[in-house]
């Protein structure tokens, strides 16, 4: 784990995913057969057709969480620098949102190309990264025809070359590979302040595609979630966590 000295050194990272359209009827004629199979394995019903309706509802449910299926609405990230004279940390937020996708990536690509740049000194923290975030970050770069930031460029890498990757999920396994830990839980037993006071992962696209203010809405709800991954990164370096007053949003 880097260690607290290293804080500034450190981007802490979420995102916020929803499915590339409010109703899988707005699928291409492509797309559409190749949903119907995913949407088979989701329900473990490999050998048997599908109504429209549970197709429909697969889709409205799960298509988020494919970077084939879905898209990023939110980038929401965080710093830590430390006051000079008191040495107590300030966490920063800033968020990358917006409906066009090829925009806020490009943008948060610039972010990592000018300022984290250096696998051997930088690193992105967050929860669950290394299975979705960053994957789902990669895949739809190049979707989108944009170029992989250096920090970023990690295909057929071996998992001592992607140490840069601070994953609070696999720290908090110990190399336990069974299970799960939601960040919610860890904030539970650590005493953190939960993220999901508004709304929760499930609710994000209902929330984007139904509601005026819905981005501003998932933004905040990202930025809480930046917040929850630094204090729990603090909780695992034995240090104490990050006061609110020194916690300051820049979106």
């Known amino acids: 784990m880097i260690q607290a000295t290293d804080l500034s050194n450190i981007l802490f990272l979420d995102i916020e995913t929803v499915s590339q359209y409010p109703k899988y009827e707005q699928l291409s004629d492509r797309l559409k057969p190749l949903w119907e199979k995913k949407a088979k394995s989701i329900l473990r019903k490999y050998d048997e057709d599908l109504s429209e309706d549970e197709i429909a509802q697969t889709y409205t449910d799960r298509a988020a969480i494919f970077a084939e299926f879905g898209k990023i609405v939110c980038i929401s990230v965080g710093f830590i620098s430390r006051d000079k004279e008191s040495l107590k940390p300030t966490l920063r937020l ?32 967050g929860h669950n990264i290394k299975e979705f975030d960053i994957p789902y970050i990669c895949r739809r770069l190049i979707i989108n025809q ?11 890498k071996k998992p001592w070359e992607t140490k840069h990757l601070i994953d609070t999920l696999t720290l908090w396994k110990f190399g336990d ?22 709304i929760d992962g499930s609710q994000v696209g209902v929330t984007f595609w139904n509601e005026d203010d819905g981005l501003e809405r998932i933004t905040a709800y990202c930025e809480k979630d930046v917040l929850a991954t630094a204090q729990l990164y603090m909780r695992f370096s034995l240090a104490p966590l990050i006061d609110d007053e020194n916690v300051i949003s820049m979106t």
Do not use: M, R, V
């Not at 409906?99 to 992105?124: C, S, V, W």
């Not at 830990?181 to 650590?190: D, E, P, R």
């Open 94 to 125: 800033k968020s990358f949102a917006n409906k066009d996708e090829k925009l806020l990536l490009q943008e948060f690509a610039e972010l990592l190309t000018q300022h984290y740049n250096n696998t051997n000194k930088h690193g992105i923290c």
């Open 146 to 156: 944009l170029p992989l930031p250096a920090i970023l460029n990690i295909a057929g």
């Open 177 to 198: 590979y069974k299970n799960y830990t939601s960040l919610n839980l860890l904030t539970a037993i650590f005493d953190i302040p939960s993220p999901k006071d508004d």
